[in-house]
């Protein structure tokens, strides 16, 4: 019998996946049907901390290409808070949270900027619709057999 091999980072959906609620006054990014509780990730990112070491990652490499940046916020963002990136195609990383801080930062020329990176083990129970985890998984199982 000629099985095909699974990648190991093959998702598998999980039948108990409790999409994340939009709460009022949750932030939340959007990529198409990929919508993402930001408020949530953010919360389980404080409270587990030991889960989450930001990095230093390099600015020029992020190009805004799905967030309208207000201007006039520009000025008060601080650097307090890492960004977070989303791996959303094997190795290839969303900025998903942190645009201001990020335009902030290539105005200012910087080179670098802490991160926290989430592998989609990790951010697809943020998502907040049940046909976009089932989709989410299609889509990065697909990804991984490309690159195979």
Do not use: C
Not at 16 to 39: C, H, K, M, Q, S
Not at 67 to 91: G, H, K, R
């Amino acid at each position: 019998m000629n099985r095909k091999k699974t990648h190991p980072r093959t998702l598998i959906p999980d039948p108990e996946f409790t999409p994340a609620v939009l709460r009022e006054g949750d932030e939340y990014y959007a990529n198409g049907i990929f919508e993402f509780n930001i408020t949530m990730i953010l919360e389980y990112i404080r409270s587990n901390p030991d889960q989450f070491k930001p990095e230093n990652i390099s600015v020029p490499e992020f190009n805004n290409d799905f967030s309208v940046i207000d201007e006039s916020n520009i000025n008060s963002v601080t650097f307090s808070e890492p960004v977070i990136l989303a791996e959303i195609a094997p190795e290839r990383f969303n900025l998903i949270d942190g645009n201001h801080r990020m335009e902030k930062a290539k105005k200012l020329g910087r080179k670098e900027i802490m991160a926290y990176r989430l592998s989609p083990e990790q951010h697809i129970k943020f998502l907040t619709s049940r046909n976009a985890y089932e989709k989410y998984i299609i889509y990065w199982n697909e990804k991984l057999l490309e690159s195979q």
